[in-house]
């Protein structure tokens, strides 16, 4: 494949993006259909607020989600994947199959690492 720097930056952002652990949570979240703010946040756990707000705002950006605001008191908005987003959802899932079934050999790598490390081998 022929190397062009302007490709190479524009694609180096797409995979920010997409590789953001956040980015990679919400879409697997939203894989299974449009999701409220709330039920998105308990269902992902340990994000803030504040980053899941970026997260979505970017991942809308991008063409990956859609916001849908219901105007009730208080609104209701909610949160789908679009065309494009759920295209993402089968390089996501193999690559998180790929982490699950490697996940301890990385471990074992970094530990066998850190020994040689401590023991002033590098």
């Known amino acids: 494949m022929l190397h062009l720097p302007d490709r190479c930056r524009a694609v180096g952002g797409v995979l920010s ?4 652990k956040w980015s990679v949570l919400v879409v697997m979240q939203l894989s299974g259909g ?3 703010f709330s039920a998105l946040k308990r269902s992902i756990g340990s994000v803030s607020q504040r980053m ?7 991942l809308e950006r991008d063409g990956l989600v859609l916001r849908t ?3 009730t008191v208080p609104p209701r908005v909610d949160y789908e994947l ?5 295209s ?3 390089p996501v899932e ?3 199959g790929w982490a699950m079934e490697n996940y301890r050999r990385i471990e074992a790598a970094q530990k066998a690492f850190d020994e040689v ?3 002033g081998g590098g």
Do not use: F, S, W
């Open 52 to 58: 899941l707000t970026l997260t979505l705002r970017g």
């Open 82 to 86: 679009t065309e494009l987003g759920h």
């Open 17 to 20: 993006r997409i590789g953001d």
């Open 34 to 36: 449009p999701k409220r």
């Open 69 to 71: 605001v219901t105007p």
């Open 117 to 119: 490390r401590e023991e």
């Open 94 to 96: 193999a690559l998180g």
């Open 88 to 90: 993402l959802r089968q």
